[in-house]
């Protein structure tokens, strides 16, 4: 896990690099007039502001991975299950370094299409938008063929009161919410390039609530017939 934790550590640290670099980029080039701050589901802009109201909202990514890189690095000492988390090692790996890079691409194209917007140039997000559901789609497919070689924890997985309670509830739940979410992420890859406006941005979350929802019932009528689940006081550790 130590060797986890130190190349998580390097991802944070080459991510809020990157982020750094992209902060002086957007502080010598963003000008002193509107510029677009949000974009609604059509991927048009909907809010302009300030320059420095500009530069405070790309802070708050990089504040974000901090605390991320920080807190994942943090975690592992504290789980009661630290030995199950420790064999869900490379699962972590994937879900930290995947979602710094996730975070970075987002800070770019956050800064690109304001510099861009501020400047004359098209800003448009939409085109955005398909790249970042499919980056998240291609996360999806990671995370969907790992979830199955996770082993019970408090932090990592599909943490519910039956999973938790259950090591057999916890393997079969996530072998169906591995294959579940590997689908999920498959069709939002062919959806970024498909379909347009709102329902480009609906698409994955009601995808994605849809399964998680299914996988938190399926565990409970696994659970119920599991020979190994913990009743009352035997989970009291």
Not at 113 to 125: Q, V
Not at 148 to 171: A, H, Q, V, Y
Not at 209 to 226: E, K, P, Q
Request: glycine letters at 8%.
């Amino acid at each position: 896990m130590k060797t986890v934790i130190r190349n998580g550590l390097i991802a944070t640290a080459l991510a809020l690099a990157i982020m750094a670099g992209v902060m002086i980029w957007a502080y010598q080039t963003l000008p002193d007039g509107q510029i677009p701050l949000h974009w609604n589901a059509a991927g048009e802009v909907d809010r302009w502001g300030s320059r420095t109201e500009a530069l405070w909202a790309l802070a708050i990514l990089p504040i974000v991975t901090l605390f991320t890189g920080a807190l994942l690095a943090v975690v592992p000492a504290l789980d009661p299950r630290k030995i199950n988390l420790e064999k869900s090692a490379k699962v972590y790996a994937v879900v930290w370094i995947s979602t710094m890079a996730l975070m970075t691409a987002l800070h770019v194209g956050i800064a690109q299409m304001s510099i861009s917007g501020a400047n004359g140039g098209e800003a448009n997000a939409i085109e955005f938008v398909r790249f970042v559901i499919a980056g998240t789609g291609i996360l999806f497919v990671l995370l969907g063929n790992y979830l199955p070689k996770t082993r019970p924890n408090w932090f990592l997985g599909i943490r519910t009161p039956w999973t938790l309670s259950s090591d057999d509830t916890w393997e079969k739940t996530h072998r169906v919410g591995g294959r579940l979410f590997m689908v999920v992420g498959f069709l939002s890859i062919i959806a970024a390039f498909v379909f347009n406006g709102l329902t480009l941005a609906l698409i994955m979350p009601a995808m994605t609530i849809s399964v998680a929802l299914f996988c938190v019932i399926y565990s409970y009528f696994v659970w119920r017939g599991a020979t190994d689940k913990l009743l009352g006081t035997e989970q009291i550790v």
